[in-house]
């Protein structure tokens, strides 16, 4: 079911000292900004050879990372993304065997205009776990 790694999701304070530390410390390409009011966050996308860092920044006072970020005012480590061929499928079989799927269970359209899904935390060892189908 699990394809590549398509992304690893950091919560960070502050969305412009983030990027200048990935370009200018480290070296890396980095994207533009990319608001995405409907997931409460701005991403920027960090490209590597092999997969991608995702810098997550809260947009609006609803987001999903806030309570995150309140309890690890520094930043942290927030999701892993793992691409799937068939989204639903990956669903169907992850709530067959009984995985909590966020939200209302139907894929929204994600960074990369894909549909994408997340599942709980705790039902993979503590880590916020997204699919994304390509
Ligand atoms: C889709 C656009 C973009 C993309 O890649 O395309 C993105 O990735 S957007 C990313 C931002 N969106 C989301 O994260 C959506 C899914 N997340 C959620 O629905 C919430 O963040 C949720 C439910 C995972 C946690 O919400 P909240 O923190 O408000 O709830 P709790 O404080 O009750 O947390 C419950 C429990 O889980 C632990 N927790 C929370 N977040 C994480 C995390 N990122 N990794 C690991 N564990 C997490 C939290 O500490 C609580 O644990 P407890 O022991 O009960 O204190
Ligand atoms: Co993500």
Same mark, same amino acid.
């Given at each position: 079911?699990?394809?590549? &790694?398509?992304? #690893?999701? #950091?919560? %960070? /304070?502050?969305? +412009? +000292? ?11 390409? %980095?994207? /533009? ?7 409460? &966050?701005? *991403? *920027? ?7 991608? %860092? ?25 999701? #892993? ?6 989204? *639903? ?5 992850? +709530?067959?065997?009984?995985?909590? &799927?966020?939200?209302?269970?139907? /894929?929204? #359209? ?5 549909? *994408?899904?997340?599942?709980? /935390? ?13």
């Amino acid at each position: 079911m699990l394809g590549k &790694v398509n992304h #690893i999701a #950091i919560a %960070v /304070p502050d969305m +412009a +000292a983030a990027t200048a530390t990935y370009r200018d410390t480290l070296g890396a390409k %980095v994207s /533009p900004p990319q608001a995405l009011p409907e997931h409460g &966050v701005t *991403v *920027v996308f960090v490209e590597l050879p092999n997969t991608k %860092v995702e810098l997550l920044e809260p947009l609006g006072d609803a987001s999903p990372i806030s309570t995150f970020l309140e309890k690890s005012p520094a930043g942290g480590m927030h999701h #892993i993304c793992y691409e799937v061929d068939d989204i *639903v499928a990956a669903r169907d079989r992850l +709530a067959a065997n009984g995985a909590r &799927v966020l939200g209302d269970g139907n /894929p929204k #359209i994600g960074a990369h205009g894909k549909p *994408v899904l997340f599942l709980h /935390p705790k039902d993979f060892f503590g880590t916020l776990v997204e699919l994304e189908e390509v």
